[in-house]
């Protein structure tokens, strides 16, 4: 067996999302066509620049209420693809509940290892922490999100020494996160087809698993998928919640009925969907 179960045949099949849903061009082209729609009704600050590397960019969508808290939002496409224009559409339902969204941007696979691409969005987030009141919004309530390979990248900043990263960051910045199909361990993805891009070794399996480097403190933490989901993505965010609540932690586990995992991030963008109020709930306790 290549891992648990299962042959490399199953295990690939586990994460070959596009096969598994031939029609996801259809997803990305709805993205795409919502965002620009709500980039032309929100107000935005577009391609604002957190760092020197070609993508270290990110798009601040203020809301209307002064000191807001602030939702940073990280997109997925497992380290390769996607963009942060394509999830422009999340930001509506959160600005219109006075909270100021924030959608970052990042280098990709294989131009970049996941080593830097998590250290542009620890980057990111010290950039939106220190710079946070210049739009209107309050860095002491600051909750993030991410989907797919964003799930993981959100759970990897809880993982962050923010004093040795940034001169004058807390201990805890963040006050919340959202999971929503993340990838908590990156073994398996090392050991399938996707490492032919990502030339993961088991060392950098190591630093960047969510699952083995547990916060010290913790914050509300709630964990999505979608019940259409592969048994893995299942997998994956019920082992990270078991992880974190053998440290004494709390959390909470949503499973989205009628979702895979392309469209279960489409609950964000409807303020009613259970997904939208956990994260308006965490961002607004931040």
């Given at each position: ?114 080593d830097e691409i998590v250290r ?17 919004a309050d860095r002491d309530r600051?909750?993030?999100?991410g989907h797919s390979a964003g ?136």
């Open positions: 067996m290549r891992y648990l179960d299962y042959d490399q045949a199953g295990l690939d099949a586990q994460y070959q999302l596009r096969e598994r849903h031939p029609e996801f061009q259809t997803y990305f082209d709805a993205w795409d066509a919502r965002s620009r729609a709500a980039r032309e009704r929100l107000d935005c600050r577009l391609d604002l620049r957190y760092g020197e590397a070609p993508k270290e960019t990110l798009d601040i969508f203020p809301a209307a209420a002064p000191n807001a808290p602030v939702h940073i939002f990280i997109h997925g496409g497992y380290w390769q693809n996607l963009d942060k224009k394509d999830y422009s559409y999340l930001a509506e339902a959160l600005v219109a509940a006075d909270i100021t969204v924030v959608v970052v941007n990042y280098d990709l696979a294989p131009a970049v290892d996941i542009q969005n620890r980057a990111a987030l010290a950039w939106v922490w220190r710079c946070a009141s210049d739009f209107g600051l909750s993030v999100s799930g993981h990248l959100a759970t990897m900043l809880l993982a962050t020494d923010w004093p040795s990263f940034a001169t004058g960051m807390p201990v805890a910045p963040i006050k919340g996160v959202c999971a929503i199909s993340g990838i908590h361990d990156i073994e398996p993805i090392r050991l399938s087809y996707q490492n032919q891009v990502l030339n993961l070794d088991e060392r950098a399996v190591a630093r960047n698993s969510p699952i083995h480097n547990l916060p010290v403190a913790p914050c509300p933490l709630v964990l999505v998928y979608g019940a259409e989901e592969t048994a893995e993505f299942a997998r994956q965010t019920v082992a990270y919640a078991e992880a974190w609540r053998s440290r004494g932690f709390d959390c909470g586990v949503l499973v989205v009925a009628d979702r895979n995992h392309f469209n279960v991030i489409d609950d964000l963008a409807e303020p009613g969907s259970a997904l939208a109020r956990a994260v308006i709930g965490l961002a607004s306790v931040a």
